[in-house]
């Protein structure tokens, strides 16, 4: 690879931002310490080459290596960091040496493919980048303990300190760097599958961002954290001796975030609340906007109407607005219609065609679904038919993870349908309610929830006449009314005989946190050619009739 040429320079990779966290070396190539990525000499784009170093017996790791070229290096222990060759030999760590017959380069393994290649003293790069943790190849999940550690070195150390008191490695794993905690987000199953798991990061302020990151993913009912009286796990390990370090994983205390603010912070806090961004409904909602004042991350937003009256089409019109005039992923959870159902109407939407009144072409079609679909920024639930409350809860915790900062849910009543955690009725209700404001409140999101209505007494006008539903009509527990933020009521006679009092939608506000303002406003006409929504003013009925459909 050659000496450093020239450090501190801007990323290559526009989605890591970093300007000055990449390194440039005398054969042109470079490596970014920010997002972990390796670039090659044609993709430095003309950065100038220094004096390439002497070439030694090794082999550059990129270009000449192959696994089985790795395979065959030999394993040997590290004296100066005091890892024994046994717990190498587990971890499979190879290495290879310089003209003079010292140690140049460690081979750390991720899988059977992937490894992290350090040249000495601390330069890294990649063969077969992969977003694994080091070490979760040689272990089962749904164990007792999993120790995650920051770097392979602290990895061995850990287990080390395990090997001199049992004789044996237990659970320990490492991230490749503290910035990577996108590896823990890739493999959270893995991860959460065990009873707790041990956070032995290291104590710097690189260690503590990491630790807020990984507290965040993998959740704080697992997370224990390690104190360590220095830097790192290996300084334990070689300053003060393995059962010292052992001591430190047993001592791990459970994560206690801080919760107890004074007058400043209250201050900065209120200020920050007060200069919250409010995102505007779609065009067509300009009447809920009137209310609301749009909405907010931390908020969740109920939408309730009877049967059929539109509720699917209002979150898909808002899903659009989002694409339109925001750069933000969006999250569906849609429990009553398959992912490509939903696929076919947003596209069928943004043509401004309903696929339900016109057969659309394929090659039209496509034009927009890539409108829609093409810039992947929308994450989907593939449910296949079988609904789990807590599966559904990880898997909106994953879409807020990877960047969704609007989630949809449609609807709720089917999300507790088959119960929570032997909860069934009100109960399991009132905690996925309590789940999804927990999510609100750790990932900065908006949630759109659906849920159905109680039925209406005999002889009564039923809400597919018309009717608009009050509070008291949504179904199950009183926690879906209390923890929503707003709630937005509609209705449409779907039994009229003229289309223009069918496809009239009604719009009233039950409840809004942030303003307090509630009551009717105006509404909604359906177009069933389009399929849209188009905004309805509240003016004379004789002006306002257009025949659509």
């Given at each position: 690879?050659?000496?450093?040429?020239?450090?501190?320079?801007?990323?290559?990779d526009?989605?890591?931002?970093?300007?000055?966290?990449?390194?440039?070396?005398?054969?042109?190539?470079?490596?970014?310490?920010?997002c972990?990525?390796?670039?090659?000499?044609?993709?430095?784009?003309?950065?100038?080459?220094?004096?390439?170093?002497?070439?030694?017996?090794?082999?550059?790791?990129y270009?000449?290596?192959?696994?089985?070229?790795?395979?065959e290096?030999?394993?040997?222990?590290?004296?100066?960091?005091?890892?024994?060759?046994?717990?190498?030999?587990?971890?499979?760590?190879?290495?290879?040496?310089?003209?003079?017959?010292?140690?140049?380069?460690?081979?750390y393994?991720?899988?059977?493919?992937?490894?992290?290649?350090?040249?000495?003293?601390?330069?890294?790069?990649?063969?077969?980048?992969?977003?694994?943790?080091?070490?979760?190849?040689?272990?089962?999940?749904?164990?007792?303990?999993?120790?995650?550690?920051?770097?392979?070195?602290?990895?061995?150390?850990?287990?080390?300190?395990?090997?001199?008191?049992?004789?044996?490695?237990?659970?320990?794993?490492?991230?490749?760097?503290?910035?990577?905690?996108?590896?823990?987000?890739?493999?959270?199953?893995?991860i959460?599958?065990?009873?707790?798991?041990?956070?032995?990061?290291?104590?710097?302020?690189?260690?503590?961002?990491?630790?807020?990151?990984?507290?965040?993913?993998?959740?704080?009912?697992?997370?224990?954290?390690?104190?360590?009286?220095?830097?790192?796990?290996n300084?334990?390990?070689?300053?003060?001796?393995?059962?010292?370090?052992?001591?430190?994983?047993?001592?791990?205390?459970?994560?206690?975030p801080?919760?107890?603010?004074?007058?400043?912070?209250?201050?900065?806090?209120l200020?920050?609340?007060?200069?919250?961004?409010?995102?505007?409904?779609?065009?067509?909602?300009?009447?809920?906007?009137?209310?609301?004042?749009?909405?907010?991350?931390?908020?969740?937003?109920l939408?309730?109407?009877?049967?059929?009256?539109?509720?699917?089409?209002?979150?898909?019109?808002?899903?659009?607005?989002?694409?339109?005039?925001?750069?933000d992923?969006?999250g569906?959870?849609?429990?009553?219609?398959?992912?490509?159902?939903?696929?076919?109407?947003?596209?069928?939407?943004?043509?401004?065609?309903?696929?339900?009144?016109?057969?659309?072409?394929?090659?039209?079609?496509?034009?927009?679904?890539?409108?829609?679909?093409?810039?992947?920024r929308i994450?989907?639930l593939?449910?296949?038919?079988s609904i789990?409350?807590?599966?559904?809860?990880?898997?909106?915790?994953?879409?807020?993870?990877?960047?969704?900062?609007?989630?949809?849910?449609?609807h709720?009543?089917?999300?507790?349908?088959?119960?929570?955690?032997?909860?069934?009725?009100?109960?399991?209700?009132?905690?996925?309610?309590?789940?999804?404001?927990?999510?609100?409140?750790?990932?900065?999101?908006?949630?759109?929830?659906?849920?159905?209505?109680?039925?209406?007494?005999?002889?009564?006008?039923?809400?597919?006449?018309?009717?608009?539903?009050?509070?008291?009509d949504?179904?199950?527990s009183?926690?879906?009314?209390?923890i929503?933020?707003?709630?937005?009521?509609?209705?449409?006679?779907?039994?009229?005989?003229?289309?223009?009092?069918?496809?009239?939608?009604?719009?009233?506000?039950?409840?809004?946190?942030?303003?307090?303002?509630?009551?009717?406003?105006?509404?909604?006409?359906?177009?069933?050619?389009t399929?849209?929504?188009?905004?309805?003013?509240?003016?004379?009925?004789?002006?306002?009739?257009?025949?659509?459909?």
């Amino acid at each position: 690879m050659g000496d450093i040429a020239v450090r501190n320079q801007p990323c290559l990779d526009p989605s890591c931002g970093s300007s000055d966290a990449r390194q440039i070396y005398g054969d042109g190539t470079s490596f970014c310490f920010s997002c972990q990525e390796f670039f090659s000499k044609e993709e430095g784009d003309g950065v100038a080459i220094v004096e390439e170093r002497k070439q030694t017996s090794s082999p550059s790791p990129y270009k000449k290596l192959s696994v089985d070229d790795i395979l065959e290096l030999p394993i040997r222990g590290f004296a100066d960091r005091a890892i024994k060759k046994k717990v190498n030999e587990y971890y499979g760590v190879r290495v290879s040496y310089d003209s003079n017959g010292a140690i140049e380069k460690h081979y750390y393994p991720y899988g059977n493919n992937s490894w992290k290649v350090r040249t000495l003293p601390k330069v890294f790069s990649w063969f077969n980048k992969t977003n694994a943790l080091f070490g979760q190849d040689k272990f089962n999940g749904a164990g007792k303990r999993l120790i995650i550690c920051e770097g392979e070195i602290d990895t061995l150390s850990v287990a080390l300190a395990y090997y001199d008191k049992y004789d044996k490695i237990y659970p320990v794993v490492g991230m490749s760097s503290s910035s990577m905690t996108k590896s823990l987000l890739e493999n959270r199953d893995w991860i959460r599958s065990f009873q707790e798991v041990v956070l032995c990061l290291d104590e710097d302020a690189a260690g503590e961002k990491a630790v807020n990151e990984a507290v965040k993913i993998i959740g704080i009912d697992k997370v224990k954290l390690t104190k360590l009286p220095y830097n790192d796990a290996n300084d334990v390990l070689t300053k003060d001796g393995s059962y010292r370090l052992l001591q430190c994983i047993y001592d791990a205390a459970p994560y206690i975030p801080s919760g107890i603010i004074g007058k400043e912070a209250l201050w900065d806090a209120l200020i920050e609340y007060n200069s919250k961004p409010s995102h505007p409904y779609a065009p067509c909602l300009h009447g809920i906007n009137s209310k609301l004042k749009g909405k907010r991350e931390g908020e969740i937003a109920l939408f309730i109407s009877g049967t059929g009256s539109g509720k699917s089409t209002m979150l898909r019109e808002e899903m659009l607005n989002i694409l339109e005039t925001t750069n933000d992923r969006i999250g569906i959870v849609s429990l009553e219609e398959a992912p490509a159902e939903t696929a076919r109407k947003l596209a069928g939407m943004q043509l401004e065609r309903n696929p339900a009144n016109e057969e659309i072409p394929l090659e039209e079609l496509k034009v927009g679904f890539d409108k829609v679909f093409g810039d992947d920024r929308i994450i989907l639930l593939d449910h296949q038919g079988s609904i789990n409350d807590n599966s559904i809860i990880d898997q909106l915790e994953y879409m807020a993870l990877s960047g969704c900062k609007y989630l949809f849910i449609d609807h709720i009543t089917i999300l507790v349908s088959e119960g929570v955690d032997n909860l069934t009725g009100n109960e399991a209700q009132d905690k996925v309610m309590n789940d999804l404001l927990r999510l609100t409140k750790r990932h900065p999101i908006w949630i759109g929830l659906v849920s159905h209505l109680r039925k209406v007494q005999t002889g009564q006008k039923s809400f597919e006449q018309g009717k608009l539903p009050t509070l008291d009509d949504i179904r199950g527990s009183g926690s879906i009314k209390q923890i929503s933020f707003d709630i937005i009521a509609f209705a449409r006679n779907m039994e009229a005989e003229d289309d223009r009092t069918r496809n009239t939608i009604k719009m009233s506000v039950l409840k809004s946190r942030f303003t307090g303002l509630t009551g009717r406003v105006e509404g909604a006409m359906y177009n069933h050619t389009t399929g849209r929504l188009a905004y309805l003013p509240n003016i004379p009925e004789e002006q306002q009739f257009v025949r659509v459909g």
